[in-house]
């Protein structure tokens, strides 16, 4: 882009004396300037869409301005290293641009495996996903009936219509043998009854077997005309 400059300095030709031919404004003169305007006007950008070349300047403006105006390099880059200022972490943990695990900030958990066939983990984990804390419950499984139990006769302890108490900590199972009519009770429940009709007149003898459950704790017993067998898994 041309700056104009004038070429003729009319103002000085004033001053000069009458008869001076210098004095005089010549037609040449004049074009002359007018070329020179000319050639600066035409090289000068237009307000609208300018195609400019070279290295343009504008103005800077203050951090932060939010306005139609023209941003510079100055003001962008001002901005941008405002913007990296503003996320940058200094910790102790997190410095210089590099985030290693040595540099995580620790959440008091040890590192490890949490969990067992008798235990549980017990993660807690935080709003931002970390996990803060890390235990283990115990657990207890109870071992199926008939496991470490073996089958042992009672017969001779045992007597029908007495009651007696599962004191092993675990569930039992009795299976007991009576003649003609017996039942069996575990607490208040009857859980099993057995009995014996007469056909065509002809009373009959029959024994029977009956088999229950008894949870720990529970009382149990039973009932009928002749203890045969009395036999628990236990």
Do not use: H
Request: with cysteine; glycine share 6%; proline share 4%.
């Amino acid at each position: 882009m041309a700056n104009y400059l004038k070429a003729t300095d009319f103002a000085a030709k004033d001053a000069l004396l009458s008869g001076d031919p210098n004095k005089i404004v010549k037609g040449t003169e004049i074009d002359d300037e007018f070329d020179a305007i000319q050639t600066a006007v035409n090289s000068k950008a237009n307000t609208a869409s300018p195609a400019l070349t070279g290295t343009p300047i504008a103005p800077t403006a203050s951090a932060g301005t939010d306005t139609t105006q023209i941003a510079t390099t100055a003001f962008v880059k001002t901005a941008v290293d405002n913007y990296d200022a503003a996320l940058t972490v200094s910790t102790s943990q997190i410095e210089d641009d590099a985030v290693t695990t040595a540099k995580i900030a620790p959440t008091g958990v040890s590192a490890g495996s949490y969990g067992s066939s008798s235990a549980i983990p017990v993660v807690t984990v935080n709003a931002e996903g970390q996990v803060t804390s890390a235990t283990t419950a115990s657990i207890t499984i109870e071992d199926p009936i008939g496991v470490n139990q073996s089958w042992q006769d009672l017969s001779s302890s045992r007597s029908l219509g007495t009651t007696y108490t599962n004191t092993t900590g675990r569930p039992i199972q009795v299976i007991v043998s009576a003649e003609n009519t017996c039942t069996a009770y575990v607490g208040s429940v009857r859980v099993a009854y057995c009995y014996t009709t007469s056909c065509c007149g002809v009373p009959q003898i029959s024994r029977f077997a009956m088999s229950f459950i008894v949870p720990a704790g529970s009382t149990y017993r039973a009932t009928g005309a002749s203890l045969a067998e009395w036999a628990e898994l236990r």
